[in-house]
């Protein structure tokens, strides 16, 4: 085929355009195009987005003037602003105008923010704000993943301090007729997405990879997003690929390709039409004098500290120690944020500490290997008038599980551009300040709740029973009342529990583990250490926070973070395979205290279904 990235120039018109054709062999292609140097001319950086021809949306990127004051973090927001005139519809609120964002929007939110966040230069404290703006939506169509494409193009344009383009793209694995093994599909229309047995957002960018003694051109995987069909056990009885750990490496090496032409189209536009690279002022947390005079005198004792098992123990001997080397080096340093530089640089020595000998020793904080779970509590029926519960602790994380049964006409409706319209499993996740000691606002969830809970929403969707077999509507609700690792993964297992207290008839039970990643070089040689389970401290210290779920038999939902520019895809094809381990290991213990629905609660509603003969119907309607 002819050059699937095109590049178009009108200097009477003073725009510019990149176009990537996506190439999906039988199922078709896609176009995703940008443009620039039209609409909002005065933002920092301007691109509207096109999928197709009827999917647009403008991406606009703006920097503050001055850094903010105070700050030890890159103040970073993310907006998408859904009008509902983008499909031709108006709000279905009392006032007819959209109001707080969907939680559609929201989650895209997150999906735009978690890749773009670690290509901004560290040390930035400029405000920046990325607004995504739907304009025009085709019901077939979803615009997250494009939206990832238009604000890190916007980005590139934008003059700011960034690493480079990332890019974004759904894919689905369809099978059919023609293609009983699947195939994976880049940028799926709904009707395909409700064909496939599953599907990923996949986010990466283009780097240089060290090939033996070539160096070589590759794609490193920034973020992923991905779940199983809701009718995927059905598929796969049909016939249908389960999606197991081959077939989830399958997928991101298929995503690869794309991305790469996506990143080729937001470079060339930027080398046509990117505004002049701004100098920025830059506030590196504390200086390397600091750094050096904190790592003499703390090194040693810290490196002992940091063997502290208990979470608040250690976290109250380190808190202490920290104020004993600040005291003792506060008069070393004349400046006006010693104080802070010292504390900082003391954190940064203790992530230095446990990653080093994560690296070199196969360390852990509490002591076990890089492989071993924490110890496991399960408990069900523990709130009298629930219709089910359970209580699920791993170390020194505990999730309350709550199931509410109710009639279908309880199930949510959705006011949005989703092509989805009402959802009948609905899980919703609570993160009270107490669960970490701490206090804090309590009210409505922040979107780092609304995320946790639709991602354990998706872990068990694919084994939600079909509303012929389980007439119900279902919500259920994760409350985290400790936490130190991965209570979103505490929350799968603790509702798969929960619901078969219940008496729901799940169509397997599922659970779900979170593994973390460390990397550095160690003798010429980048080296990696996947962790299983992994603790608060080491989520902070470490590189990767990737979290799978999935019965004993596939993967139901998978969800990847790093703070690395990219991962090679084989270390997440390793990493999946020791999390597998860890999942099978949970579940037998889940199941030795209940493997099946029990009775449904007397509490809960009952619905009947009576069969009337043919014959009797005109009685019945009169």
């Known amino acids: 085929m002819n050059n699937p990235v095109a590049f178009h120039v009108d200097e009477d018109f003073g725009t510019t355009e990149a176009a990537v054709t996506i190439d999906n062999g039988d199922f078709g292609t896609r176009t995703i195009r940008f443009e620039t140097g039209q609409l909002a001319r005065q933002a920092g950086g301007s691109v509207t987005t096109f999928l197709d021809d009827d999917n647009m949306l403008l991406a606009t990127v703006t920097a503050s003037n001055q850094p903010r004051e105070g700050l030890d973090f890159f103040p970073l927001t993310v907006d998408v602003e859904e009008r509902m005139y983008a499909a031709g519809r108006i709000p279905g609120s009392f006032f007819r105008r959209e109001g707080r964002p969907s939680t559609d929007a929201i989650l895209a939110c997150r999906l735009i923010d978690r890749p773009l966040r670690p290509t901004f230069v560290k040390g930035l404290r400029n405000e920046v704000q990325v607004v995504i703006t739907v304009l025009s939506q085709n019901p077939e169509d979803y615009y997250d993943v494009v939206a990832i494409n238009g604000a890190s193009a916007a980005t590139q344009l934008s003059g700011l301090p960034v690493s480079g383009a990332v890019g974004g793209v759904r894919m689905a694995l369809v099978a059919d007729d023609k293609h009983p093994k699947g195939q994976w599909v880049a940028f799926p229309t709904h009707e395909q997405r409700d064909k496939s047995v599953f599907e990923m957002v996949v986010a990466g960018r283009i780097v240089d990879r060290k090939k033996g003694r070539n160096k070589g051109e590759d794609v490193a995987i920034m973020m992923v997003e991905a779940a199983a069909g809701e009718n995927t056990l059905e ?104 104080s802070k530089q010292i504390r900082v640089a003391f954190n940064a020595l203790m992530k230095q500490i446990v990653r080093t000998k994560i690296l070199t020793e196969g360390f852990r904080i509490d002591g076990r290997g890089v492989a071993d779970i924490r110890d496991l509590g399960v408990e069900v029926e523990l709130i009298p008038r629930a219709h089910g519960s359970s209580l699920f602790e791993r170390g020194e994380t505990q999730i309350l599980g709550v199931t509410t049964l109710d009639m279908l006409k309880m199930e949510q409706q959705i006011d949005s551009l989703s092509p989805e319209t009402s959802k009948r499993y609905i899980h919703h996740y609570n993160f009270p300040p107490y669960s970490t000691g701490e206090t804090g606002r309590v009210g409505s969830p922040k979107r780092r709740e609304i995320g946790h809970g639709a991602l354990a929403e998706r872990a068990l969707l694919p084994v939600i029973p079909s509303r012929e077999d389980f007439p119900y509507a279902i919500r259920q609700v994760s409350e985290a009342l400790g936490s130190n690792g991965s209570t979103s993964m505490g929350s799968v297992c603790a509702a798969t529990l929960s619901m078969y207290n219940a008496g729901v008839p799940l169509r397997a039970p599922v659970a779900g583990i979170a593994m973390g990643l460390v990397s550095d070089e160690v003798d010429g040689e980048t080296k990696y250490v996947a962790l299983t389970d992994i603790l608060g401290a080491e989520d902070a210290f470490g590189d990767m926070d990737f979290k799978v779920a999935g019965t004993s038999q596939f993967i139901t939902a998978l969800q990847l973070d790093t703070k690395l520019d990219g991962i090679p895809s084989q270390v997440l094809t390793d990493a999946l395979e020791q999390a597998k381990e860890a999942r099978t290991e949970i579940l037998k213990t889940m199941a030795e205290v209940i493997d099946s629905p029990d009775e449904m609660s007397a509490l809960a509603p009952k619905i009947t279904s009576v069969k009337i003969p043919v014959s009797k119907i005109g009685e019945l309607i009169g």
């Open 235 to 338: 598929r796969i009885k049909d016939g249908s690929p389960a999606p197991t750990e081959s077939t989830v490496s399958e997928g991101l090496e298929a995503a690869k390709p794309f991305i790469a032409l996506l990143c080729k189209a937001q470079a060339g536009l930027a080398e046509r039409a990117a505004k002049e690279r701004r100098e920025f002022p830059l506030f590196p947390a504390y200086s390397d004098e600091v750094y050096s005079a904190v790592e003499k005198k703390a090194g040693r004792k810290l490196a002992d500290l940091m063997s502290v098992k208990g979470k608040q123990e250690r976290e109250d001997a380190t808190n202490d120690y920290m104020v004993e080397i600040e005291q003792s080096l506060l008069g070393t340093f004349n400046t006006d944020d010693a």
